[in-house]
């Protein structure tokens, strides 16, 4: 009955490969959301989607693309990945508004070598 | 845009002290603020929250926070610190329909 969960929980690959991490919660919520960590625990928010539509974009690379097949999932597609690409990566997810608590899956650690 | 300033990179603290991390956000609308507790190798879980009201939150774990409008902090508190508490914490702001700002965080280290 995991809430938001993430998969794979751990993800090693080549530079310039192409790779996905996939999330899913079953709050019902209608926001989901992708943040990177880096490796100074620096926490930034990436994207967010509302009804499946994108309503951020934090200047993210373009080789980094969200895709949600409906509103319960939100999967990250990441285009040749690059070393500083290596973090953890952390869905959430929210109702809408100023009032939605976010919750957190347990988050994807991706290793570029 | 928002931003939160957590002042404390690094607190190290022995059992039983008291403990206060500051955190500061800046943002010119209504805010809903948040602390998180990251334990090593997890996820980030919700501690307590300030939506409205009353400006003192109780949260999890005996974790509270003061809501200070007229400082524009949040700064979490716990009276007794126990070892388990060792974790990274952040101080997070939600303005408008944006996802949460978080500050850079603090790593808590409680001394057996």
């Known amino acids: 009955d995991t809430a938001v969960s993430q998969t794979p929980k751990y993800l090693v690959t080549q530079m310039g490969n192409d790779k996905s991490i996939k999330c899913e919660q079953n709050l019902g919520h209608d926001t989901m959301y992708w943040y990177k960590q880096d490796s100074k625990k620096f926490l930034k928010i990436m994207f967010s989607y509302n009804n499946k539509e994108l309503i951020i974009n934090e200047t993210v690379p373009n080789r980094f693309s969200p895709k949600s097949p409906d509103k319960a999932h939100l999967n990250l597609h990441i285009n040749s990945l690059e070393l500083g690409d290596s973090a953890v990566y952390f869905c959430?997810?929210?109702?809408?508004?100023?009032?939605?608590?976010?919750?957190f899956g347990p988050g994807t650690r991706l290793l570029v070598l | 845009a928002q931003s939160v300033s957590q002042h404390n990179h690094h607190v190290i603290l022995s059992e039983a002290a008291s403990l206060e991390l500051g955190c500061n956000y800046s943002?010119?609308?209504?805010?809903?603020l948040f602390w998180y507790v990251q334990y090593p190798g997890q996820h980030l879980q919700l501690l307590l929250k300030?939506?409205?009201?009353?400006?003192l939150v109780k949260g999890i774990k005996g974790f509270e926070a003061e809501f200070i409008k007229s400082k524009f902090s949040f700064n979490l508190r716990k009276p007794s610190v126990q070892w388990s508490d060792t974790a990274e914490y952040f101080c997070?702001?939600?303005?408008?329909?944006?996802?949460?700002?978080f500050g850079k965080g603090t790593h808590l280290i409680i001394q057996p």
């Open positions: 943002y010119g609308g209504t805010v809903n």
């Open positions: 997070a702001v939600k303005g408008g329909a944006d996802g949460l700002t």
């Open positions: 959430a997810s929210s109702q809408t508004g100023l009032f939605g608590t976010q919750y």
């Open positions: 300030y939506f409205s009201g009353d400006p």
